[in-house]
């Protein structure tokens, strides 16, 4: 498991091109959560890289977005 799919990381489904939190490792999947909250969903761990900062900045900014309306 390399540091970028630790419990609580910011990743990247490369598959889905979406981006969501690690909450659980199954077998040769990760069990990724939106940052904003959500419905959980599968992603295979060799299609998961850690997110870079500039997606980090948007992730925060749409989940205060969220948050506040």
């Known amino acids: 498991m390399s540091a970028g ?4 990381a910011l990743v990247v489904d490369t598959r889905l091109n979406r981006i969501g939190y690690v909450m659980d490792h199954v ?3 990760v069990q990724l959560r939106p940052p904003g909250g959500g419905r959980e969903w599968d992603a295979k761990a060799d299609a998961v890289r850690p997110a870079t900062d500039a997606e980090r900045q948007c992730s925060r900014a ?6 506040s309306a």
């Open 5 to 8: 799919m630790r419990v609580g």
């Open 27 to 29: 077998g040769p999947c």
């Open 62 to 67: 749409l989940s205060n977005a969220e948050r």
